[in-house]
C-alpha cells in the first residue's frame, strides 16, 4: 500500500507539472493527439521542439488585452477629510465677584460686538471711586499749598545769606578797630556772635527750602496714589459690565439673574460662525502641492450645495504622532448656516498634470511589490511601469507616471512578466 501511495503521488506531481509548468507544451501534444497526426520520427521530433521554443510562433504566445491609453490634462486636486470649526469660540469670565443683576439671556441668540451681556452688582464701588477723587482734591490742596511755602523758604536762604555778608563786615570793623586801640574786645565779640547767629539762620533757611521741597513731593506722592485709586475704582465699576468681545451666537445661556460670580466664573460661551473655518490635515507627500492663497471646495456630510473658500493657513510644523500638517480655509457663512464641527470632503486646487484614465484591475503588483502597470512595447514585450495613483473616480483611476502614449495591458497582466513576449488584442478607449 505504501508503494502504491509513493506512485500515486509521483503521477500527481507529474501531470501537475505538465499541466502548470509545461502548459503550452502539453496542449500542443494533446491537441496533435486529437488530429490524429502519425509518430513522428526522431529527427522531426527535434524540429518541432525547436518550432516550439521559438518565440516568433504565434501559436506558443500567451494571449493578453491591451488598450491605447492617451494622457490628458487633469486638475489634481488635493483630497481631504475635515471639519468644520468657528474662527472664533470665547468662553467670557468675569473679573470681579459680585451678583448679576441683569436677566439672562438664552442660548442661540445672536449678539452684537459690545453687547451688554451679564451685568453685575456696583455694591461699594461708587462709594470707593468718590473717596479716591476726595483724596485727590486733598492732595493737590496739599500741593499747592507745599508750592506757596518753596518760595518762602528760598528768600529766607536769601535774606540769612545777607545777614551773614553783613556780620563779616561788623566783624571785620570790629577787629581793625579793636586792634588800633579804637574798640573794646567786647565789641570784637559781638561782632563774632552775630555772624554766628546769621550762620545758624542760613542753615536754618536751607533747611526750610528743604522741608518745602519734600512736602511738594510728598504732595505729588499723593497725587499719584489718589489717581491711581481713582482708576482702580473705575476699573471695578467697568468690570460690573461684562460685555460681548465680538459679533456673534450664544453657545450657552448667560448667568443666571441673582448668582454670584466670581473673577473666573463662566458668563457665557460666544461663538463667530461667519466665517467659518475648513480644518484639515495634509499628508506629508501631499503637503508641498498645498499652496496659501490656493482655491478650494468641499462638500458636507450632511448633504447641500459645496462650498468654496480660500486656504489661509499652512501649518510649517508637523503634528508629532501622525506627521500631518494642519490646513485652515475660510468659507462665508452670511446665513450661519454652516455649523461648527460638521464634517466635510475638502477639495484642494493643486496644480494640472497628465494622467490616464484606467481601469483598477490592470494595477498589479512587480516581484518587490511595486504598485504598477504592464504595458507593451513596440516589438509587444512586456515592460512593468511603476505608477502613482491621483485620484479615484466612478470611471477608474487617473494614474501618473506613463508616457503620454501607452499600450497597456488591461486583462491578462498578472500571467505575464516584464520581457515575455506576448499576443496583445486591442479595445477601445471606451470600453
Known amino acids: 500500500m505504501r508503494v502504491v501511495s509513493v506512485i500515486l503521488a509521483v503521477l500527481v506531481a507529474t501531470g501537475l507539472y505538465l499541466v502548470v509548468i509545461e502548459r503550452e507544451w502539453t496542449m500542443a501534444r494533446l491537441a496533435g493527439m486529437s488530429e490524429g497526426d502519425a509518430p513522428q520520427t526522431t529527427e522531426e521530433t527535434a524540429d518541432a521542439e525547436a518550432v516550439e521554443a521559438d518565440p516568433v510562433d504565434a501559436s506558443a504566445l500567451i494571449k493578453v488585452v491591451a488598450r491605447k491609453s492617451i494622457a490628458r490634462e487633469i486638475d489634481s486636486a488635493v483630497i481631504l477629510r475635515g471639519q468644520t470649526e468657528a474662527m472664533r469660540e470665547v468662553m467670557v469670565r468675569a473679573e470681579t465677584s459680585s451678583t448679576v443683576v441683569s436677566p439672562p439671556l438664552r442660548k442661540g441668540e445672536f449678539i452684537e460686538e459690545n453687547q451688554l451681556m451679564c451685568e453685575l452688582s456696583p455694591g461699594t464701588r461708587d462709594s470707593a ?17 507745599a508750592e506757596s511755602r518753596v518760595p518762602e523758604a528760598q528768600s529766607r536762604v536769601v535774606e540769612a545769606q545777607a545777614r551773614i555778608d553783613e556780620a563779616l563786615v561788623n566783624q571785620n570793623a570790629a577787629r581793625r578797630l579793636s586792634e588800633g586801640g579804637f574798640a573794646a574786645e567786647t565789641r570784637v565779640k559781638s561782632a563774632d556772635a552775630s555772624l554766628a547767629a546769621a550762620q545758624a539762620a542760613l542753615e536754618a533757611a536751607k533747611a526750610g527750602v528743604i522741608g518745602a521741597t519734600s512736602g511738594l513731593q510728598s504732595a505729588d506722592a499723593r497725587i499719584e496714589s489718589a489717581e491711581a485709586a481713582i482708576a482702580t475704582a473705575e476699573k471695578e465699576l467697568e468690570r460690573i459690565e461684562i460685555r460681548a468681545p465680538f459679533a456673534g451666537l450664544l453657545e450657552s445661556d448667560t448667568a443666571e439673574l441673582g448668582s454670584l460670580l466670581q473673577p473666573g466664573d463662566l458668563c457665557a460661551t460666544v461663538i463667530q460662525l461667519d466665517p467659518i473655518k475648513l480644518v484639515a490635515f495634509v499628508p506629508e507627500t501631499e503637503v508641498q502641492r498645498v499652496i496659501v492663497g490656493a482655491p478650494s471646495r468641499a462638500e458636507l456630510a450632511a448633504g447641500g450645495a459645496p462650498i468654496t473658500g480660500i486656504v489661509k493657513f499652512l501649518s510649517r510644523s508637523s503634528d508629532p504622532t501622525t506627521r500631518t500638517f494642519r490646513v485652515e480655509i475660510d468659507v462665508p457663512n452670511p446665513e450661519l448656516a454652516i455649523r461648527d464641527g460638521q464634517t466635510a470632503e475638502i477639495y484642494i486646487s493643486a496644480p494640472g498634470s497628465k494622467a490616464h484614465l484606467l481601469p483598477p484591475s490592470a494595477l498589479t503588483l512587480n516581484a518587490e511589490g511595486q504598485l504598477g502597470l504592464r504595458t507593451l512595447d513596440s516589438d509587444s514585450l512586456v515592460v512593468f511601469v511603476p505608477v502613482q495613483v491621483l485620484r479615484d473616480t466612478t470611471n477608474g483611476v487617473w494614474l501618473t507616471g506613463l ?15 516584464a520581457g515575455v513576449k506576448v499576443a496583445p488584442t486591442f479595445q477601445e478607449q471606451t470600453q
Not at 471711586?129 to 499749598?145: D, M, P
Not at 508616457?403 to 512578466?417: K, L, N, S, Y
Request: glycine residues 4%.
Open 129 to 145: 471711586l468718590e473717596e479716591a477723587r476726595a483724596r485727590l482734591a486733598e492732595a493737590i490742596a496739599s500741593k499747592t499749598e
Open 403 to 417: 508616457p503620454d502614449e501607452a499600450d497597456v495591458i488591461v486583462v491578462g497582466q498578472e500571467f505575464v512578466t
